[in-house]
């Protein structure tokens, strides 16, 4: 799994190793959604004027960032649910 920020370059690393022995059709790559920044009050952060800033969906910065306004119900998210 990559990110739109990764996925160039995980596959660039893949083929210079030979994808590590497993064969190129072995080896799946797909690349993991984005959500919008916030900081702790629940503002969106801007990546330049005019432009949310986004990070891979459901990462640990979205779970810690969450949290705090009970967004997190329902959700599983990391290994403390």
Request: hydrophobic share 40%; net charge positive.
């Amino acid at each position: 799994m990559t990110s739109e920020f990764t996925d160039a370059e995980t596959r660039e690393f893949f083929e210079r190793r030979k994808f590590f022995g497993l064969g190129e059709k072995s080896v799946v790559f797909f690349q993991q959604g984005t959500m919008p920044c916030v900081d702790l009050q629940g503002k969106l952060l801007l990546e330049t004027a005019g432009k949310v800033r986004a990070s891979p969906a459901l990462s640990s910065l979205h779970s810690f960032a969450l949290h705090p306004f009970g967004w997190k119900r329902g959700l599983v998210i990391g290994s403390d649910v």
